[in-house]
């Protein structure tokens, strides 16, 4: 169950970031030099946005904005900044607000299914991925968020279907792979299909950190495979040393050593670095329970409890037979 919930959390935080679609639609302004300095000041920010500079990139895209109130990548970039920034519903309103210019806008409704992912609604972004393949059956952004939102709902049988769907249209796609990778591995018997998902991944980039991680969580479902699981773990990291699906996998992994002392201390790490982070609450909470510490594992239930009604009320019920 706990390795499971680790893949969705690694499934939703991985493939949310990845899989991004950047607008090309066409500009609506009568101005030309206001549509000029508009799409510049779009360049500009999508620049931005890809090096992580939401802030900036926000700025910049308001800007262009202001230059031309129908720029529809700019909307896209706001959107997809918005979403970076886990602030879900203000992608939503810019995403519809793309929306109303064109309502045939494939990025925006790639978007728009992300962000709905993001916040849990996965019918809705099932309902926009099918909108995008309805205007476009090639277009790989919407199998791979299809695949993330099925993956979510625990059908992991479409979500394979959709991951394989991204590889038929581009089979270097290695973020389709760790998609793939994570919804064998939600399927019990499964691992081995899992594991040669995540290293095809890694063959095709050998520095992609969820990779890693999934190939961590891969090794914790093998039997004595904790030590590969904890290198694999120190691998992402290493890599990207802002992933929390990773901090809470690595704890998960001394967890499962009886290193309860290290266990805490990446899972408090991984809440540092995303305090919404379910799967490190809840995980963290058993952990205090194994230790008798009851107060501390109350503390984290309580926190569930604003983040997760199902995750918190099984933590409870835990926390109750102590």
Do not use: W
Request: aromatic letters at 10%.
């Amino acid at each position: 169950m706990i390795k499971q919930l680790l893949i969705k959390s690694i499934v939703s935080s991985f493939l949310i970031g990845i899989f991004v679609a950047y607008s090309n639609s066409n500009v609506y302004s009568a101005n030309k030099q206001n549509i000029a300095e508009a799409n510049k000041e779009s360049q500009i920010a999508y620049n931005e946005l890809s090096k992580g500079k939401t802030d900036e990139a926000i700025a910049s895209f308001n800007k262009a904005i202001s230059l031309d109130d129908k720029n529809s990548p700019a909307y896209v970039g706001l959107g997809n900044a918005y979403a970076q920034k886990g602030e879900t519903d203000k992608a939503i309103v810019y995403f519809n607000k793309i929306i109303s210019l064109n309502d045939k806008s494939s990025p925006a409704y790639v978007g728009l299914g992300n962000a709905y992912a993001q916040k849990g609604e996965t019918d809705k972004a099932i309902a926009s991925f099918n909108k995008v393949i309805s205007l476009d059956d090639k277009n790989i952004y919407a199998y791979a968020g299809l695949g993330n939102a099925y993956a979510q709902k625990g059908e992991t049988d479409k979500a394979i279907i959709s991951f394989n769907k991204v590889i038929s249209l581009d089979d270097k796609s290695y973020p389709a792979y760790v998609g793939l990778g994570n919804a064998h591995l939600q399927k019990e018997d499964e691992t081995d299909e899992a594991i040669a998902s995540f290293n095809k991944a890694i063959s095709l980039d050998d520095k992609s950190s969820p990779a890693y991680a999934g190939l961590g969580n891969a090794h914790l479902q093998k039997e004595d495979e904790t030590d590969e699981a904890i290198a694999s773990f120190n691998k992402a990291i290493s890599l990207d040393d802002k992933s929390s699906p990773a901090y809470a996998g690595l704890g998960n992994a001394y967890a499962q050593k009886g290193k309860t002392d290290e266990a805490i201390v990446c899972f408090n790490k991984a809440i540092s670095l995303d305090d919404k982070n379910i799967y490190a609450h809840y995980i963290l909470g058993e952990t205090y329970l194994s230790l008798d510490k009851k107060d501390l594992a109350l503390e984290q239930y309580n926190i569930l409890k604003g983040l997760n009604k199902d995750l918190a009320r099984q933590l409870y019920e835990q926390i109750e037979l102590k």
